[in-house]
């Protein structure tokens, strides 16, 4: 038998799950089999999954989806190992994930199961600078279970390992719990056993972009987890029947001068639920205290002790809005009010911004025929610029010519034989005159 069964419950995780089985098979700690089952995906996981081919693997493909819990309990029920792990299928193991884990049980066997930490990695499995937190570090059962009640959630549920009789002895997880699932069954197991959280960060974990992630928060999810939580709090009206048990778990209970009648111990869990604020805990707190006030002798001992009766709880049930508060639907409609308003303006700016978009185009088709203009002028000007320069030569020619003429005129006037011969061109000349006459 191997020591430890990995469990996969797979939808959906083509780009990822190659990486995640390859973490698995090259872990340094080999005693294990991994149980992968495929919840009939739409994409090629399975397809994915069957490149692999190792005797250690358990392939499972549904012929159709049956959610997370149930596929996750497919997966239980195949397994033989003493321990139980999980990878989520777009996660990946760092290779010494189970051999830490494991030896940490080995080592203590009086602890039930272990948490290790995580760091975070995007889509292309490129780390970022974010890490699961350390806050669960250190602290015991009591102090875990005051962590959830008040859903600060310090468990990196996939990166755990429980015993498997420790599972078993409270039948694995809830079918009917999606969002919540994780939370309901260490609940569960902290309220017969011991968990611990490591500090070592042995996983990677996948933050998908657009909420990708189960777990990610959308109207859905959080609406889904608001209802479960509201009905996985009773697991404390179920375990908590003492004001021990009560003040281990919730310590500020004992400054508060509550008398330590267990009587009352459901009554104060709905008080510390009601303070909370949050939606599930306030549907819890007012069903717990719609039990305590169904017993009028409970009731009557409440009246006298803590002087909270029937009065009290009624107005108390009427001060917390669970389901319709009136404020917040003047709020609500105060806000449509200003949404229609603010609705018109922008469209009014929209139209606008059409009309400014049209005229820019207009001026960029403007600007345009301008631009080919000016290089169309530009052109010319460099044309005649290129002219005149070579008008300029030859005019620059033409005046070093006229220069040489000049000289040789001067040369000509200036000479012993011109001056000599001036006679002579003065009868020529008088000769010329008396024939024109």
Known sequence: MPKISILSPAYNHSQYIGEAISSVLSQTMQDFEYIISDDASTDDTLAQINKFSDPRMIVI???????TSVNSTRCFSRANGEYISWLTTDDVYETNAIEVMSSYLDAHPDVAGVFAGARMIDEAGTFTNEEWTTAGVGMDRYQLLNSIFLCKHVFCSPAAMIRRNALEQVNYLSPNIRQAN????????????DLVVLPDAIFRFRRRADKKNLSAPSEDSIARFTFEMSEILELFSEYVKTFDTLAKIFPEVRDRNWPADDRFVPFYLAHLALEFQHPSHLLYGLRLLYRVFSSAELAQALKEKLDFGYPEYFALTGAIKVFYDYEVRAERDELKITFEEQSETLDRISKHNT?????????????????????????????????????????NDLMARCRELEQTCHNYTTSSSWRLTAPMRQLKQSVLEIYRR
């Open 61 to 67: 493909a549904n012929d159709q989806n049956v959610g």
């Open 355 to 395: 009309v400014l978009a049209n005229r820019l185009e207009e001026l960029k088709q403007t600007c345009h025929r301008y631009t080919s203009e000016i290089q169309l002028l530009q052109t010319t000007v460099s044309e005649r610029d290129q002219q005149m320069r070579e008008m300029s030569a030859v005019i």
């Open 182 to 193: 994780d939370m309901d069954l260490w609940i569960r197991l902290l309220f017969k056993c």
